[in-house]
């Protein structure tokens, strides 16, 4: 089983911070102002896995996978470090945060030299394991299952241990396949496989007869590839435009055996490899940068937005974070919400007003959003203030987002002079706008007439649809006094209340715009789409979900984004098929957190209308072909259970205008997730294939119950890449799975 002894390193041998981790320390880890333990802390040898002591009952032992964490930061960067720490021991902190719901472990070392140790050495394992090729990391997965399944360590592995292995990689098979396959790699008759048997034994069980068979297709040269069949196989299969330069440099990256690479060869295995790399992955790899122009108007692009940012639950009852915030500005939402309310000692909170969700003061919100805002993307974020504050707790909300955020704040309009459209999200790098209630209009900042007749504003439509809920009943027309240093922050992005598509455009400015509560904004998709989107040409329209889903669930967005809307604001801690499809719908364009709308929703003579389809340039009828090949090493979901495997299907869905929408899915294959094959085909005919999103989604098949998800991918219909492709598969908080994926075969034909 040496097969893997040092597989964790990946070319980190004699790193002085990982061999720092192999040997461990003891690190205080800390969980409030009291309970501050110290525990022992060691990488294990197979540099995947963290183990730590733990004085838990039943317990003293526990690890965690390097897989598992999100980031490491260092310093006093998380909510309970700086809850629970003084400033002083800045140096000797750092957090682990984890994917999905595991809380944050705070940690403190002995000593800042220590500390950035642990941080650099830890940030090192992390980026090497995620830079790892996925044929590496499938070879990683299967040996660490070896590893597991090898009961009494002595390197040999019996048919008994064979069988626990093929349950760990999830397949069954019957013991007649079992003992024929131990027999046929067991050359030395000792009753267990070692060393050479094993790997032959792996290699019999990583065969992929899909890719023999597209391999011997196009491998015209002594049995290999040679850079012209390469060349034939990416023009006339992967319909890329692509020159023979490209396929020697394909070449020169992944192939993996030096002799063939001089020849300008490609060996199977190194044909593997390229497919498993972005330039064979189903996601165009010219996407994942800023490839759009960002020099037009705001108001021109779909704009990631979060409802209620600050909350990590539900609506009523769930904690508030900071934290929440981080998370949402990491995957590029440019769109933030704070709850503003009276808070105590004279600084305001947040919280979701009339419930039991806990509050955050206003100040650290402004400081994480100040610290991570630009981390991902440089674009602007706008910060959508919902304001129940008294006149005195304004002027410090305004003080504080002046003094925190300095000059990154927009306080003026661009330029010298009264602007009649938005800047562009270029002229806008780095910057944030405050979007909430203005006493006077725009114009007043450049005719030093600041003075207003009136310090009451009508309040802001979302939170008189949260008193109509029920939750505090109110005189809906209730009016606010507004302080005017928090009304001046307010430039592009003055909050107004609808009265119909009309009044809107005779009388509202383009920087004066509406906040639609989802019931009201699917209605007016639905019956003036086309006024809709003319609306959206000018303005900007914010979208938010009901009062009523105090689950945090989420609405569909795609008809909002059908009509133009551009700050469609969903529960982003909430994992559902809707924040999929808003994390597809942001996943081209360099994860920015802004999509260029197609040009239809943008032409002022566009009469664009998703519903009806008449005649117009966003008519471009294209019939999808899909062939879903197979899948690998799909994860168990009932990892318990030792006789749970997987009964896997696939289904394909196409969201986009109505007459795009569309589901297929394949049969379900009984007891196999490692290898699982469908060969089957489907057609779409999509229409408006701008708006369109494809998504793949497996399921484990229940005949008694509702089916269990095992992985999704979705992206737009305009990303997608021809060919043979392999599909990556994320869980539900849209974390890769890794070395679990699907592979497909895709063809787009003009329909008309």
Known sequence: MELNGTAGKHGLEGDADLEFLLVGGELQKVRSSSWKRSRFYKLQEDCRTLWHESHKTFQSNQTFSIDDIEEVRSGRQSEG????????VEDLCFSIIFKGRRKTLDLMASSAEDASRWVSGLNKVITNMRSLSRQKTSEHWIFNCMRKADKNKDNK????????????????????????????CDKSNSGSLEG????HFYELLTSREEIDVIYGKYAQTEGLMSA????????????????????LQLIEKYELDETAKQRKHMTKDGFLMYLHQEEGLIFNPAHKEVYQDMSQPLNHYFISSSHNTYLMEDQLKGPSSTEAYIRALMKSCRCVELDCWDGPNGEPVIYHGYTLTSKILFKDVIKAIKEYSFKT??????ISLENHCTVEQQKVMAAHMSSILGDALLKQPLGDQMPTNFPSPEELKGRFLVKGKRLNKLDAAFNNNSAVEDDSVSEEDEAADCKENGQKPKDKK??????????????????VHFSGFEHARDSHAFYEMSSFKEGKALSLADTSATAYVHHNMDKLSRIYPAGSRTD????NPVPLWNAGCQIVALNFQ??????????????PNGMSGYVLKPDFQRDPSSQFDPKSLQKGPWLRKQRLHVMVISAQQLPKLNKDKCTSIVDPLVRVEIYGVPADVATKETHHIENNGFNPMWNENFQFEVSVPELAMVRFVLEDYDSTSQNDRIGQYCLPFTSLQMGYRHVPLLTKRGDIIPSAGLFVHLMVVDAE
């Open 574 to 587: 909430t994992p559902c098929k809707e924040m999929d499809l808003n994390q597809a719908r942001f996943l």
């Open 157 to 184: 592995m019996t048919l008994k241990e064979l069988k626990h292995f093929l349950h760990q990689i999830n397949i069954q098979v019957d013991d007649t396949y079992a003992e024929m396959l131990f027999t046929k």
């Open 478 to 495: 209730s009016k606010i006094k507004l302080a005017k240093e928090l009304s001046e922050l307010v430039v592009y992005c003055k909050s």
């Open 196 to 199: 050479s048997e094993i790997k």
């Open 552 to 555: 945090s669930s989420n609405y």
């Open 81 to 88: 470090l700086q809850k629970h720490t003084d400033s002083i």
């Open 377 to 382: 993307s440089d674009y602007p974020v706008i």
């Open 228 to 247: 012209a069949n390469l060349l034939n196989f990416l023009l006339n299969e992967q319909r890329e435009s692509v020159s023979m330069e490209h396929a």
